[in-house]
C-alpha cells in the first residue's frame, strides 16, 4: 500500500511538471532554466520515493505547496507577458512566440491562410505633445476596446508597437482584413481621430513574418501619402470614453 501511495505521489509531481512547461514554455527561451529546476524538482522527488513513509509524506507536502506557489507567480507573470498593460491588447511575446507559429501549423495543415493588417493611430505624438501622455494613453484605450469589439473571436489583435496595432485574421484575405477596418472605422467614427492601415496575406508557401512586413510597408506608404495631403494638426484629437 505504501508502494502505491509513493507511486501516486510521484505521478502528480509528473503531471503538474508537464502542465507547468507546456503552459509557459513560450515565456523562456533559455531552457537552461527549466533544466535547472526540474532537474532540482526530480532530485527532491526521490526523496518521496526513498524517504522513511512519515518523511516522505512531510516532503510532498512541502514540495507540493512550493509548486502551487511557483505556480502562482508563473500565471501572474504569464498575464503580463501575454497581455499588454495599457490596452488589454495581446502582446508581441505572445503572438510571435506562441499564437503565430501554433496558427501557421494549423492553417499548412488545413491549407488555409491568415490575413494582417498593421495600423497606426495618426497623430498620435501630437495629442501626447498638447494634450498629455494621459491623454494619448485614452486614446489608444479607446481604439483597442473598438477593435475587440468589431472582430471575431478567432481573430488576434496586438499592441505591435507604441501606436501601432497588428491584426491577424486566421483564414482570412486582404479583401476580409479591408472590411474589418471598415468595420472599425465606422465604429471609430463617433471619435474624432483616424488611423492608417496596410493590409497583406500568408497563403502558406512564403515566411509569414515577411508578410507581416508587408503589411507594415503598406501602412507607412499610406501614413506618408495621408501626411502629404493633410496640413498639420488640421485635426483636434481627444477620446470619449
Not at 67 to 77: A, E, K
Not at 87 to 102: A, I
Not at 159 to 165: C, I, T, W
Request: with cysteine; charged share 25%.
Amino acid at each position: 500500500m505504501e508502494h502505491y501511495v509513493r507511486l501516486t505521489f510521484l505521478a502528480a509531481f509528473l503531471a503538474v511538471a508537464l502542465h507547468s512547461y507546456f503552459a509557459t514554455q513560450f515565456l523562456v527561451r533559455e531552457k537552461f532554466w527549466y533544466l535547472a529546476f526540474y532537474g532540482g524538482l526530480f532530485l527532491a522527488s526521490l526523496g518521496v520515493l526513498f524517504a522513511p513513509f512519515p518523511q516522505a509524506v512531510c516532503l510532498f507536502a512541502g514540495l507540493s505547496l512550493l509548486l502551487f506557489g511557483v505556480g502562482g507567480v508563473v500565471r501572474c507573470l504569464k498575464r503580463s507577458s501575454v497581455r499588454d498593460y495599457l490596452t488589454g491588447l495581446y502582446s508581441r511575446t505572445f503572438f510571435f512566440e506562441e499564437w503565430l507559429p501554433r496558427e501557421v501549423k494549423r492553417q499548412k495543415r488545413s491549407g488555409g491562410s491568415i490575413a494582417f493588417a498593421m495600423l497606426d493611430v495618426d497623430g498620435l505624438k501630437e495629442v501626447n505633445d498638447t494634450r498629455g501622455h494621459h491623454a494619448g494613453d485614452e486614446l489608444l484605450k479607446t481604439l483597442a476596446r473598438v477593435i475587440l469589439e468589431s472582430i471575431r473571436g478567432e481573430d488576434i489583435a496586438v499592441r505591435f508597437g507604441g501606436d501601432e496595432v497588428l491584426l491577424a485574421f486566421p483564414g482570412g484575405t486582404e479583401e476580409g482584413a479591408t472590411r474589418a477596418l471598415e468595420r472599425i472605422a465606422g465604429a471609430l467614427s463617433r471619435f474624432p481621430f483616424s488611423f492608417s492601415f496596410g493590409v497583406s496575406e500568408w497563403e502558406g508557401e512564403e515566411d509569414v513574418e515577411e508578410a507581416i512586413k508587408v503589411a507594415d510597408q503598406k501602412m507607412y506608404k499610406a501614413k506618408k501619402a495621408k501626411g502629404n495631403t493633410e496640413e498639420k494638426n488640421s485635426l483636434c484629437f481627444f477620446c470619449v470614453l
